[in-house]
């Protein structure tokens, strides 16, 4: 049984930083990819970024150059650093677990088999 658990979620004033966090226990997959998506208040899910087992990512538009996913292997932490946040990133912050194998990332949902409670991030 694989369970996740995100942190580092907080609130913080526009232009500022945070860093999440998502800790994997339970069986590991190599060859997979996993991903941060996010609801925002009355939204649908999307996705924000992935990454695959050789530290390829993929990105939605709207993070580039602001976020970086990143993923410690060894230590099964997930992380995603989280620059010049805006009001509009103000969301529900799930990581998620895919696996099959999966090469460059991908932020299409279904892929996706297991996924964290959520960390919530306010931008103000």
């Known amino acids: 049984h694989v369970q996740l658990v995100e942190s580092g979620g907080g609130s913080v004033q526009a232009g500022g930083s945070l860093r999440l966090s998502c800790t994997t226990s339970?069986?590991?997959?190599?060859?997979?990819?996993l991903a941060w998506f996010r609801r925002g208040p009355g939204k649908e899910r999307e996705g924000v970024a992935s990454?695959?087992?050789?530290?390829?990512?993929t990105y939605a538009e709207f993070v580039q150059g602001r976020f970086t996913i990143s993923r410690d292997s060894a230590r099964n932490i997930l992380s995603l650093q989280m620059n010049d946040l805006k009001p509009e990133d103000s969301a529900m912050y799930y990581c998620?677990?895919?696996?099959?194998?999966?090469?460059?990332?991908?932020?299409?949902?279904?892929?996706?088999?297991?996924w964290g409670q959520g960390t919530q991030v306010t931008v103000s």
């Open positions: 998620a677990d895919g696996v099959s194998e999966c090469y460059g990332g991908t932020l299409w949902s279904p892929y996706y088999k297991y």
């Open positions: 990454v695959d087992d050789s530290e390829r990512a």
């Open positions: 339970g069986r590991v997959y190599s060859n997979n990819c």
